[in-house]
T-cell receptor
Framework: DTGVSQDPRHKITKRGQNVTFRCDPI?????LYWYRQTLGQGPEFLTY????????KSRLLSDRFSAERPKGSFSTLEIQRTEQGDSAMYLC???????????????FGEGSRLTVL | GQQLNQSPQSMFIQEGEDVSMNCTSS?????WLWYKQDPGEGPVLLIA?????ELTSNGRLTAQFGITRKDSFLNISASIPSDVGIYFC??????????FGAGTTVTVRA
């Protein structure tokens, strides 16, 4: 399977614990995105990387959240001191470059569902 | 940020029916995209539109990029049971970020 891969698919944790999600984008896609989705809503932008550089962070991304893409390939999203309001589906997407620009087409992984008890 | 309004919020389909849903925005977009999401899965891209007025088909799906650049619609012709799911519109204003609507849930009428 050469699509976007996310791990774990499901995570249940207690409030106050730290969790980390991993995303492996489609090979050679230079952009990688993290989105969050709560029940009954569309995905909301959190942050994105172009290669290894994190170029924008949403105001939704509090200081308890940190994302990295150290070698410009896979990415991790860590949530420290989880709160019940962090319960959501965390979606990763990647985006290919055509010539000198990126297309508008994001390809999503299957998501990592977080439940904070 | 840009707000997208999708309608209807939900709809029931009967096999063989044509269905239509749309998305409007208070801001203009340079790109409109339509995604489908099944329960517990990530969104899957259906159609991407890049020019105002563009009409694009993908099998039984047809989508249009509104002339004003503030709206788009998606039609599904001759619906089948596997068309159930949540359909999201998404708009892109700059070259990197998509804003999503809240989705239209399509269910099979019993």
């Amino acid at each position: 399977d050469t699509g976007v891969s996310q791990d774990p698919r499901h995570k249940i944790t207690k409030r106050g614990q730290n969790v980390t999600f991993r995303c492996d984008p489609i090979s050679e896609h230079n952009r990688l995105y993290w989105y969050r989705q709560t029940l009954g809503q569309g995905p909301e932008f959190l942050t994105y990387f172009q290669n290894e550089a994190q170029l924008e962070k949403s105001r939704l991304l509090s200081d308890r959240f940190s994302a990295e893409r150290p070698k410009g390939s896979f990415s991790t999203l860590e949530i420290q001191r989880t709160e019940q309001g962090d319960s959501a589906m965390y979606l990763c997407a990647s985006n290919p470059r055509w010539g000198t620009t990126n297309t508008g087409e994001l390809f999503f992984g299957e998501g990592s569902r977080l439940t904070v008890l | 940020g840009q707000q997208l309004n999708q309608s209807p919020q939900s709809m029931f389909i009967q096999e063989g029916e044509d269905v239509s849903m749309n998305c409007t925005s208070s801001s203009i977009f340079n790109t409109w995209l339509w995604y489908k999401q099944d329960p517990g899965e990530g969104p899957v891209l259906l159609i991407a539109l890049y020019k105002a007025g563009e009409l694009t088909s993908n099998g039984r799906l047809t989508a249009q990029f509104g002339i004003t650049r503030k709206d788009s619609f998606l039609n599904i012709s001759a619906s089948i049971p596997s068309d159930v799911g949540i359909y999201f519109c998404a708009g892109q204003f700059n070259d990197y970020k998509l804003s999503f609507g809240a989705g239209t849930t399509v269910t099979v009428r019993a």
